[in-house]
């Protein structure tokens, strides 16, 4: 009975109750468009930076992430690479090698970083170099004389394809090593440092001039399917005990992008109580409003019998249909955003600066939302929660009224 003579309450005033759900529904749109925008943000730049080196985890030598040297290094052999991978979540786990050196032509030379890897285990979908190819081609195979250049250390260089590129390194005795490549492609990243600072090579030519032996590496870059569970990874190859070997995460390897993104979710978050505060101070206005307005009824209803409780409960349980309402029309309004954003998504790009990027991390200018099961279910149970709880005090203040004063009021 009190939940057919709440929703007919609702009903007498239409309009007002339209409103008011309205507002719940865009409290809930706005709050679900930012923290899907954020998703696809913090996923990104996540997912980049591990495709530029690193991986979602690593596997490296022991004390490798506080003192990194090319002197640092362990066998990679095949049992590593399948105990890895057959971990559920891992999408691919490959060996490459780090290094620091020197890029030089017969007119100018520059310093940068060095990545060795085996082409036959790379592929865009875990290398962002390959993803950005604008020239040429990866080399064959991982002792073929090949180079890929950046686009901004070709232009430094004088450097085309074909073209060769001296490179030289200290070799794990610190010795000072050199030798010779022909570029076979030139990336695009969009980050000037990147392009302009790494060069990457055939692993088993950079084994052999660093003194490496056949399997040996600097780290294992292991690539997930879900970023958000990098720590359940790292734990489960951790389990596996290789010996020699320190397993970490993304945001233990790329400290400063984990804090940027830190203080971005943290903002979001502020973003998200100040609406909620937003929607709960409006829908207290309108209830207590509405509460007010019926003065002279709810006095009548206690005078013929109507506990204070009963009145109490009446207000609430009109507060859960607006919030039932709003969560209603909220998913209706955020429907075709969502089917828009998280397919093709808005481009940006004339508004941001060219190279723009974050922690050497470029970001994409499309934007575009993810949404994730437990996000959209928390969101609307703190808006619900919140329009319950904006009810409270007009349902309290019903139950409080003066019979006699209020049956006198008009």
């Given at each position: 009975?009190?939940?057919?003579l709440?929703w007919?309450n609702?009903?007498?005033?239409r309009?007002?109750t339209?409103?008011?759900a309205l507002?719940?529904g865009?409290g809930?749109?706005v709050?679900?468009?930012?923290t899907?925008?954020?998703?696809h943000?913090?996923a990104?730049?996540?997912n980049?930076s591990?495709k530029?080196g690193?991986?979602?985890?690593?596997?490296?030598?022991?004390g490798y992430?506080g003192?990194?040297?090319?002197s640092?290094?362990?066998a990679?052999d095949?049992?590593?690479l399948?105990?890895t991978?057959?971990?559920?979540g891992?999408?691919?786990a490959i060996?490459?090698i780090?290094a620091?050196?020197?890029?030089a032509?017969?007119?100018k030379?520059v310093g940068?970083?060095?990545?060795?890897?085996?082409p036959a285990?790379?592929?865009?979908d875990q290398?962002f170099?390959?993803?950005?190819?604008?020239a040429?081609?990866?080399?064959q195979t991982?002792?073929?004389?090949g180079v890929?250049?950046g686009?901004?250390?070709a232009?430094?260089l004088n450097?085309?394809?074909?073209?060769?590129l001296?490179?030289?390194?200290?070799?794990?005795?610190?010795?000072?090593v050199?030798?010779?490549a022909?570029?076979?492609?030139?990336f695009?990243t969009?980050?000037?440092a990147?392009?302009?600072g790494?060069?990457l090579?055939?692993?088993?030519?950079?084994?052999?001039?660093?003194?490496?032996?056949?399997?040996e590496a600097?780290?294992?870059?292991?690539f997930?399917?879900d970023e958000?569970?990098?720590?359940?990874?790292?734990?489960?190859?951790?389990?596996?005990?290789?010996?020699?070997?320190?397993?970490?995460?993304w945001?233990?390897t790329q400290t400063?992008?984990?804090?940027?993104?830190?203080i971005?979710?943290?903002s979001?978050?502020?973003f998200q109580f100040?609406?909620?505060?937003?929607?709960?101070?409006?829908?207290l206005?309108t209830?207590?409003?509405s509460?007010?307005e019926?003065?002279h009824e709810?006095?009548?209803m206690?005078?013929?019998?109507?506990?204070?409780?009963?009145l109490?409960?009446l207000v609430?349980?009109?507060?859960?249909f607006?919030g039932?309402?709003g969560?209603m029309?909220?998913?209706?309004?955020?429907?075709?955003?969502?089917i828009?954003?998280s397919?093709?998504?808005y481009?940006l790009s004339?508004?941001?600066?060219e190279?723009?990027?974050?922690?050497?991390?470029p970001?994409d200018?499309?934007?575009?939302v993810?949404?994730y099961?437990?996000?959209?279910a928390?969101i609307a149970?703190a808006v619900?929660?919140l329009?319950?709880?904006?009810?409270?005090y007009?349902?309290?203040r019903?139950s409080r009224?003066?019979p006699m004063e209020s049956?006198r009021?008009?």
């Open positions: 009975m009190i939940w057919r709440a007919r609702l009903l007498r005033r309009r007002r339209l409103l008011t507002s719940v865009t809930l749109w709050t679900l468009l930012f899907g925008m954020g998703n943000n913090w990104n730049m996540v980049t591990a530029m690193l991986g979602h985890v690593t596997i490296e030598p022991a992430l003192s990194p040297s090319v640092k290094r362990f990679v095949a049992r590593m399948a105990a991978g057959a971990i559920h891992v999408t691919r060996p490459r780090m620091e050196g020197m890029f032509t017969a007119s030379s940068g970083s060095i990545i060795g890897i085996d285990l790379e592929s865009a290398n170099f390959l993803k950005s190819l604008a040429g081609r990866l080399f991982a002792d073929e004389p890929m250049v686009m901004k250390l232009e430094k450097l085309k394809i074909g073209k060769k001296v490179y030289t390194a200290a070799d794990v005795n610190g010795n000072i050199s030798d010779l022909r570029v076979t492609a030139i695009q969009g980050v000037e990147v392009d302009g790494v060069i090579l055939p692993i088993k030519k950079l084994r052999r001039m660093l003194g490496y032996g056949e399997n600097t780290l294992v870059a292991v997930l399917n958000r569970r990098a720590p359940d990874i790292r734990a489960a190859i951790a389990a596996q005990a290789f010996p020699g070997t320190e397993t970490w995460t945001n233990e400063e992008l984990a804090g940027m993104i830190t971005d979710h943290i979001h978050l502020f100040f609406i909620g505060l937003l929607v709960a101070a409006g829908i206005d209830i207590l409003m509460v007010l019926r003065k709810f006095g009548v206690l005078a013929v019998g109507s506990s204070p409780l009963f109490f409960r609430l349980m009109e507060s859960f607006i039932l309402l969560l029309l909220g998913v209706i309004v955020n429907s075709p955003f969502y828009y954003l397919r093709w998504g481009d004339s508004l941001l600066p190279g723009y990027d974050l922690s050497r991390v970001l200018p499309v934007m575009k993810i949404y099961p437990e996000d959209v928390g149970a619900f929660a329009t319950l709880l904006a009810g409270l007009p349902a309290w019903a009224m003066p049956i009021s008009v």
